[in-house]
């Protein structure tokens, strides 16, 4: 049981192998951050769903979950659909800390890191 969770936060996609770099990504921080319960949790499409997953760590005894959108910005998803699944979740399990953070996309280090990306493609 880990007392901290990181749910990383994604649409979804009828395209099975859309949630490869999800995966990668996951992996990637279950690797750095071994005491943490990293998970993957999708809006629609794709299974689990955010409710789901946030009723699975509750039940595992987590008991503080970050969800980060894996998202390139604050869209419609992220001010509507988020906030309204975050509060469900919130008054299901009212003990659980749930945290929503921006998303990724408005992070300017990931901005830095996409725009290398693009300049390293130039050749």
Do not use: K
Not at 90 to 109: F, K, T, Y
């Amino acid at each position: 049981m880990a007392e901290r969770a990181l749910v990383l936060f994604a649409h979804g996609a009828r395209d099975a192998r859309w949630r490869e770099p999800f995966d990668r990504l996951q992996a990637r921080l279950a690797a750095q951050q071994p005491d943490v319960d990293t998970r993957l949790a999708f809006l629609e499409l794709m299974a689990p769903d955010l409710p789901s997953t946030i009723d699975d760590l509750a039940a595992s005894g987590t008991q503080s979950i970050t969800i980060v959108p894996v998202f390139f910005g604050q869209g419609g998803h992220l001010r509507r659909d988020l906030p309204a699944l975050v509060a469900q979740c919130a008054q299901a399990h009212p003990a659980l800390s749930i945290r929503c953070v921006d998303a990724v996309g408005e992070n300017d280090a990931v901005l830095d890191a996409i725009a290398g990306y693009c300049v390293r493609q130039l050749g």
